[in-house]
């Protein structure tokens, strides 16, 4: 009897996207230096890191949810509701300790999302590109 083994994404995706996640972050954290009130980039810097720290969360939930070896998926679905509930507590706690600009916060939270959106599509491009062509070689038949 096979187990069905879903797709999973490689280790080079998530790393990608983590790296463009940190480089987007950095921009964005340094125009806001340059250009913004102290509140605004403060939340847009706690946002960020909350995102990185949920997106490296979600990887490794997901991983052990989609691994038959790795125990029960019941334990991962219980561990992604008390990520859930983490999150959301740091939200409220960063909020109300910190009184960060709220819009920058919740532009810091999507940055991860938009980086994994970046990665996906950069990759997608990539591998579906046509190798280039030789302006010297004879047309094809």
């Known amino acids: 009897m096979s187990h069905y083994n879903p797709p999973r994404a490689p280790a080079s995706v998530i790393a990608r996207t983590e790296r463009t996640h940190l480089g987007l972050a950095a921009a964005a954290v340094a125009v806001a230096l340059a250009f913004a009130a102290p509140a605004f980039w403060t939340g847009l810097l706690t946002g960020a890191l909350l995102g990185a720290a949920n997106f490296r969360a979600l990887a490794f939930l997901t991983g052990r949810m989609m691994d038959p070896e790795h125990g029960s998926r019941h334990a991962a679905i219980g561990l992604l509701l008390v990520k859930f509930a983490v999150l959301a507590g740091a939200i409220g706690a960063v909020l109300t300790w910190f009184e960060p600009d709220g819009l920058a916060l919740l ?16 990759s997608s491009k990539s591998a579906t590109s046509s190798p280039p062509v030789n302006p010297l070689a004879p047309p094809a038949a």
Do not use: E, Y
């Not at 999302?113 to 599509?121: D, F, N």
């Open 107 to 122: 532009l810091g939270l999507t940055l991860a999302p938009l980086s994994l959106a970046v990665t996906i599509s950069l």
